[in-house]
C-alpha cells in the first residue's frame, strides 16, 4: 500500500473510530491499515477509542494487534489507553484493554505520571476503581 492511501485510510480509521462503527474499523484493518499506527499528532487509534468510551472498537483495534500499554503522543491526547478510560469512567473499555494485556499499574509519561487508579480515583469512578483493584492495580498518589 502506497504512502497516500496508508494516510487516506488511516484518516477513515480515526472517523469509524469517533463514530464508535466496530465494522468499519474491522474492515479498514483488513485493508491493510496498521492497529497501532498514530495520526499526525500522533494519537493512537486505541487511545482515542478509550477516550471516548468505544469498548467494541478498542476490542476490534486490541484483536488485530494495537498494543494495550503504547501511550500516545497526540497534543492534548497524551497518554496510555487505560488512563484514558479509566479517567472518563469507561469501565466496559477499561475491562476490555484489561482482558487484552493492559498493564494496570503503567502510568503515564514514560512512567513519571499518573495511573489508570489515580484517573479513575479522580473522576471519581468508584466502579472503575475496583474493576482496577480487581486487576491488581496498586495505589501510589495516597489514593484509595
Known amino acids: 500500500m502506497n504512502e ?24 479498514l484493518l483488513r485493508a491493510g491499515i496498521d492497529p497501532g499506527r498514530p495520526d ?12 471516548t468510551g468505544r469498548a ?22 497524551e497518554g496510555t489507553p487505560l488512563c484514558a478510560a479509566a479517567c472518563w469512567g ?5 475491562r476490555e484493554l484489561l482482558a487484552h494485556g493492559a498493564d494496570p499499574n503503567l502510568r503515564e509519561d514514560g512512567g513519571t505520571g499518573w495511573s489508570p487508579l489515580d484517573w479513575a480515583h479522580e473522576g471519581p469512578h468508584p466502579e472503575t ?5 480487581a ?10
Open 90 to 94: 469507561h469501565t466496559a473499555t477499561v
Open 40 to 51: 499526525s499528532e500522533g494519537t493512537t487509534p486505541l487511545y482515542e477509542a478509550s477516550v
Open 129 to 133: 476503581v475496583d474493576v482496577l483493584v
Open 4 to 27: 497516500r492511501k496508508r494516510k487516506k485510510y488511516s484518516r477513515r480509521l480515526f472517523e469509524a473510530t469517533l463514530e464508535g462503527d466496530s465494522s468499519r474499523v474491522r474492515a
Open 56 to 77: 467494541g472498537v478498542a476490542r476490534v483495534l486490541l484483536q488485530a494487534g494495537a498494543d494495550p500499554n503504547a501511550e500516545s503522543a497526540g497534543l492534548g491526547a
Open 135 to 144: 486487576a491488581g492495580a496498586v495505589a501510589r498518589r495516597g489514593t484509595g
